[in-house]
């Protein structure tokens, strides 16, 4: 049967070259080539991936010698049947995302991120577009060659959340109803045999988590989210699956969705998706996500109780439980929240109690307004689900008598931020009024103690993404305080341009080439690429390149005699964060000049990076994106989790380019590679698509 399939394959190759041949010709308008083309056996009613013939096109480019020979060769190669109509083709529309971002807790400032189309690494979900309504059967030939595949069991060792995601969603009318229940039915056994886990990998998986954390590395001016984007770009297989999971539900596959969203529970070691895991629960086997959680709960180990207290929140917010049952997961959170016994879960069940929106929260959560004993890591979560989810606005005094410091103050100074940040965020008054006192002043008092931590660059971060009018009022106020060349009038500049204040563009313009401020330039590029000014993309260009600098042999021998500690390892790790970002950016500027950039990416060192940039170009609107989109089917991406990243990538690269830009010859090119690849489930979406 292989041989079969590797027979069938090969002569289709072979036709769909000169078809390709054929199309491309009359895209770059050369007749001389289309006719070469069709001498050598290309089919004259060859179609583009959009479903317009090569006839229909030489007609658009009013190429009237080769209509002509067209014509005349489909006279000639009619058959006796009646055509197969074409497939229908989804139109192009919002692209579905890889990876969804692992948020992280940051200290420092950080680029506020424009709305995108992710992440990778750093990436928001969008919707997938909606096939057409009526499934169309594929024609003749290429439907006998997809089953040929099917036949050889060719998606049955390669799980691919990609690819089911597909044929769910715009690919369920490329195949026939039954052609799309076999390919489902060999993908869910995958899965169920990749979710069958060894304890070596139950730790490999653990690990990932630390490995995406400790990526994350600070520099002089600015922390990123760079270790967010590493770890969402450790965790963005595991995020695929868990989304088409979902599609299987809706597929008719919810005991085998259930299956995985129960190992995810247990083996899934990224918080922000063991939660996606309980919805998934939730909703196929709600019982079932009580009776393991309710149990957990009871676990020896203070991080298993903690888990199972913020997942308990989830489930309590997802509707699918009984009266009863709902009833005692809130008085299991609000068991926790409070007892000497329990002080070590509080945090934990004060964050179930906040997602579960259940309003018998709020008097649990109140016990935590005030009082001696009362850690401030408890109280603050507290506050904050009072004011912002159950709109309790009596914390609002408690909050602006927080925000009060002084030499007899005994508020922490972290107190003081935390309250202002949540009064900014209610668009309470006191909330800004202390900004403006904090940022106005530039230099420390005689009364202020030496160790008091400098907030202002926290401070502009939060006027910058919870101000709003207010916000930039306040950061006009304080740009004349700081001195031309001050890095910190620079940052308010920079966040009064993404407020959409250009007084100060040329003062942040000029501040892109400054070798200190490495991230607040990639903040600065798309600051001012918002405005259309996209002169910060040369910088990017310089960070790209940016290394360690080396170190000869000798020096290295009197570092180590000295004790010092080689710090290019870190750096290079923070420099792989920067290119990260960058890449990030490239994507959410979306410009002409940002695919090459993104592509030199392709061949970075880190392969982090390199799976970012393939994933930003996917983000890119624009056909200056496909070359690159070329090379990422050529590019390695690593391992995670024991497994390659190949698969799911170049399926995304595929699908997203078929999806984009369905009539460049660039893109039926792109797709013929997926055939070529080592990976059956790519090779399976790219014959689907080739049809």
Sequence with gaps: MSILVGLLALE????????????????????????????????????????????????????????????????????????????????????????????????????????????????????????????????????????????????????????????VKEGKNKLSPDQRQQALDQLVAALKEKTQVSKDEQLTMALGTLVGIGMGAANDDVVSDAGSSVESSYASEWATWVDAAFNLIHAGYAEEAANFFQFGLQHIPYPELKAECVKGLAQARPNEAYNFLMAATAKPTEEEVNTALRLLGYLAASGTLSKEKQDAVIGKLIEFSQGMLHTIYFRAAIYGLDVSGDPRAVEALSRFKKGLGIASEDRRPA??????????????????????GGFVSLNNPYDQLFAARLLIEAGNDTGFQWAQTKLEKTAKGFFDSKDEPDFRPDIVRILVEHGGEKGLKVLKAAFPKYKNGDWLQTWIATGMLELGDKTEIQLVRASLNNPSWDYTAVRIAEALAKHGDYSGIPALQDLIEKRPPKKSAGMQVLSALAGEKDKTPDENRRLADLRIQIANGLARINRPECAPLLAKLLGDENYYVRSTAALALTELTRPDALSGLSRAMKTDFGLVNQRSRNPEIWAHVVRLAAMRFPENATTLEIVNQGAQEPSPSVQFLSAVLQQ
């Design 12 to 167: 289709a190759q072979a036709g769909r070259s000169e078809d390709n041949a054929l199309l491309s010709a009359i895209m770059r308008s050369d007749e001389a080539a289309a006719a070469k083309a069709l001498k050598n056996g290309a089919n004259p009613q060859a179609r583009m991936l959009s479903g317009e013939t090569a006839l229909g096109l030489a007609e658009k480019k009013g190429l009237s010698k080769t209509v002509e020979l067209l014509k005349t060769k489909s006279v000639q190669t009619a058959p006796a049947q009646p055509q197969t109509p074409p497939p229908v083709v989804a139109a192009p529309a919002k692209e579905p995302a890889v990876a969804p971002a692992a948020p992280i807790e940051e200290v420092k400032p950080e680029p506020v991120q424009a709305e995108e189309p992710p992440a990778p690494a750093a990436a928001e979900k969008v919707e997938a577009p909606q096939a057409a309504p009526t499934p169309q059967e594929p024609p003749r030939e290429a439907n006998a060659n997809i089953q040929a595949m099917l036949d050889s069991k060719i998606l049955l060792g390669d799980y691919n959340g990609i690819v089911v995601d597909f044929l």
């Design 383 to 404: 506050l904050r689900s009072l004011l912002l989810t159950y709109h309790d606005n009596s914390v609002v005094g408690i909050l602006e008598g927080m925000t009060k």
